[in-house]
């Protein structure tokens, strides 16, 4: 603000011809720092709480660091031994092809019901939607770990009411079935848990792109005689493909890194057969107390992230004003 | 302007995160105050020394010892580990720290107590539990002293019992299968009854059988341990256990352990006959069902041999005084009080095994805490003293996988024990 205030000051005063173009140099100069000097708290912040810590990361998974070495404050450099050791572990493929396919899963999952649902709102009478979203705002804003509980009392052996249901439609073989005996099955119940809490998300997003098709072009499709499949390609679709593609990216990035629900459910069981990657390093880190191998973890973590969403970063890379599609 | 508040906002931010990383032990003493006013920090856990004790602990200290103040505080062991690690790690961490005697050995190994060995008279290291002091040893040196010690014995229902024609409680397996029989065919036509409440991941209670065999689920090999849990001594614990289930016909989850829920909640409805659950498990039932406890009593896990009782896990704790205390020479006098005669002997009056006396006649005085202690005397064993054990217990332990799959028949005996001491070997050397 005080960089405006110079350039109005009026020149007359001022002597002619040589200064004055030095002072026009001056004020182009501030001219041009200030987008920069307004930016800079907020690089400044984003550098100490996001750049520090992850550098903070990348330098510890170089380090050997047992609770030892914390209290201790004494830094032991082991080079890549944190790494050769994550990698050489058979138990660490396993995991990260886990991960990979529970994140393809539920994300795959949560935007194909995310956009059935927008359209089913957008045919819906008035009372009906806000219904629908006000169910849908209430499963967004419940607490991750209560989900998680009344999700384990649903699925309980004993007193589980979907098992005493299934009994009671006739399916006499889920009388005490166990939901959580196989690491597939309880990743299954966790991905149904995870749904139904990213759905909201992604349907209202994918929701007010639909609004922004408008209605004028739905009805020259009908007149133009086409069919609600037709209708959905070529005017729906094209208004929500950039938003379920952001929504689908956002997806990854969130359920690649879930643990509180996954930790919570079973602890990463049974035989660790529904450990993901995070609660592998929290395993490492917190529980083991390794926190360079943890670090190690997270590194690579990352690393596979950015694998899978190279393609959105690239296209994020090359559009400008967001138009990503 | 408004870039000044944005910039001072910044700042704030960075103040705050920054603070954040360095003191992240909350809470710690304020020790270093001048002259000779010091703050001795005491942590002790939730349910371990009664308050009656401590506070009259804490006078006596703060009367013995000029301008020192005790700030005491009493930890929930849920995520203690967490939060001991940063505790541990910060600047100014408490003076006198209670650790799990599961736990003690991993704090031990990572050289962040303070090394007790040559104060071990002084704190009447004659008379300690000698599984707690194991505990608090590594590599021939004394980290941690002995608390208390605790063990699972079984309550039950007086009532039910002499309903049920039971005359005296079961002293060998074989009654304790008939005193199962007698309770279901008496009061079997409720189907909320339950014989003997019995959750499928109770492993403290497996390791008594096991130990009852003869066996253990791991052998010290020099410094190494290599798991044993497919000896057959092990398998025949396991079995026994699925015999015990099977024949009460509990409704405890199988995938689940005694604390999910909650099992003397459970109890504390009147509808189960029996649970192997620490002593004051019978106070947290009475919260719900005040009449509970007097129609309650506990026996010893009996054992295979007629009239014994089964070993049994030692539970307990152990107390350290962390590296970094600033005080340290006050927290060994603390300890010295702590662990000296009079307190020993309150210890043993609220139900405890105490660490550092061998006089446990306090403990004779209720039912209960003289079942624990009749119990303690077929002998007691810890969990494998390596530091590797603390991670098992904060992280997957293999043993509760192993119990699930073999009570729900999703692995036979074999496959689940073999499974489980692969798992437990990768622990080890984790």
């Known amino acids: 603000m005080t960089a405006t205030v110079h350039t109005a000051v009026p020149a007359g005063t001022s002597p002619p011809a040589p200064p004055r173009a030095r002072r026009r140099r001056t004020v182009n100069l501030g001219e041009r720092a200030i987008p920069y000097l307004l930016l800079t708290p907020a690089v400044v912040v984003m550098l100490v709480l996001l750049g520090w810590p992850a550098v903070q990361v990348i330098g510890i998974s170089f380090r050997k660091l047992d609770l030892g070495e914390l209290v201790r404050g004494e830094l032991v450099w082991v080079g890549f031994d944190n790494y050769t050791k994550v990698l050489s572990e058979p138990e660490f493929w396993t995991i990260t092809l886990r991960t990979v396919l529970f994140t393809s899963a539920v994300v795959a999952g949560t935007v194909l019901a995310g956009l059935l649902i927008a359209l089913l709102m957008r045919h819906l009478s008035k009372p009906v939607r806000v219904a629908l979203q006000v169910t849908l705002v209430l499963a967004w804003a419940t607490p ?4 998680t509980t009344v999700y384990q009392w649903i699925f309980d052996q004993q ?31 966790i991905g149904i848990l995870i749904v139904w809490q990213a759905v909201p998300f992604v349907c209202f997003t994918i929701y007010a792109g639909l609004l922004q098709a408008p209605k004028e072009l739905y009805e020259a499709a009908a007149m133009d005689g086409a069919t609600s499949w037709q209708a959905f390609t070529t005017v ?19 359920d690649f890194k879930v643990f509180a629900q996954v930790w919570a459910m079973r602890q990463g069981g049974p035989d660790g057969e529904s450990t993901t990657l995070p609660l592998l390093m929290y395993l490492r880190g917190i529980a083991g107390r390794h926190f360079g191998v943890a670090s190690a973890v997270a590194v690579l973590m990352i690393l596979v992230l950015v694998v899978l969403t190279a393609r959105y970063l690239q296209l994020l890379l090359r559009t400008r004003e967001g138009d990503i599609s | ?5 944005k910039l001072m906002a910044g700042a704030a931010a960075i103040a705050l995160a920054t603070a954040g990383c360095a003191g992240s032990g909350g809470g710690s003493s304020d020790s270093s105050g001048g002259g000779g006013d010091k703050t001795l920090t005491v942590w002790l856990m939730n349910g371990s020394a009664p308050e009656t004790l401590t506070d009259a602990l804490n006078k006596e200290f703060e009367a013995t010892h000029d301008g020192v103040t005790v700030k005491y505080e009493v930890q929930e062991w849920n995520g203690i580990q967490d939060k001991l690690t940063t505790a541990l790690a910060s600047q100014d961490p408490p003076d006198v720290i209670e650790l799990g005697n599961t736990q003690a050995p991993s704090f031990a190994a990572d050289g962040v107590l303070t090394d007790l060995s040559g104060d071990v008279d002084a704190l009447g290291g004659g008379q300690w539990l000698s599984s707690l002091k194991d505990s608090g040893e590594w590599d021939g040196m004394q980290y941690a002293t002995p608390f208390y010690a605790a063990n699972r014995v079984v309550l039950y229902r007086t009532d039910m019992f002499q309903q049920a024609g039971i005359a005296a409680p079961p002293t060998s397996r074989q009654e304790w299968l008939d005193a199962i029989t007698k309770l279901k065919a008496k ?14 991941q109770n492993w403290y209670a497996l390791l008594s059988f096991i130990y009852d065999e003869g066996g253990d689920i791991a052998e010290k090999n020099g410094k190494d341990f290599k798991a044993t849990v497919n000896s057959a001594e ?9 015999q ?8 405890a989850p199988k995938d689940n352990d005694e604390q999910n829920p909650e099992q003397a909640g459970i109890y504390g409805q009147g509808k189960v006959a029996m649970m192997i659950a620490l002593p004051w498990e019978l106070g947290t039932a009475a919260k ?15 054992s295979k041999t007629a009239g014994k009782a089964a070993p049994v896990f030692q539970g307990g704790s152990n107390l350290a005084i962390p590296v970094n205390s600033k005080n340290s020479d006050l927290a060994k006098d603390y300890l010295k009080l702590l662990l000296s005669e009079k307190y020993q002997k309150q210890l043993a009056e609220a139900g405890m095994v105490p660490g550092a006396s061998t006089d446990l006649s306090a403990l004779d005085a209720k039912p209960v805490s003289k079942a624990m202690a009749d119990a303690s005397k077929g002998g007691g064993k810890a969990a494998p003293a390596t530091p590797k054990w603390a991670t098992v217990e904060a992280g997957q332990n293999p043993l509760k996988d192993m119990m699930t799959a073999y009570l729900t028949g999703a692995k036979d005996l074999d496959t689940a024990t073999n499974d489980a001491n692969t798992a437990l070997d990768a622990a080890f050397k984790g």
């Open chain 1, 236 to 254: 729906s679709w094209p208004a929500v493909r950039p938003l379920v593609t952001l929504a689908t990216f956002l997806s990854v990035i969130w």
């Open chain 1, 159 to 189: 007193y589980g009411i979907l098992n005493k249901t299934l009994v009671k439609l006739g399916f006499d073989s889920f009388q005490g079935f166990s939901w959580f005996s196989s690491g597939t099955s309880t990743l299954t119940v």
């Open chain 2, 234 to 242: 092990a398998k025949a614990g396991l079995e026994f256990y699925k």
């Open chain 1, 144 to 147: 991750i770990l209560a989900a």
């Open chain 2, 288 to 302: 719900d069902n005040p009449d509970i406890e007097k129609n309650s009593s506990a026996f010893a896990i009996p």
């Open chain 2, 1 to 5: 302007m408004k870039r000044l508040t």
């Open chain 2, 187 to 200: 009061f079997g036509s409720d189907p909320q009854f339950q014989p003997l409440y019995l959750p499928g």
């Open chain 2, 244 to 251: 015990l289930v099977d024949a009460s016909g509990t409704t």
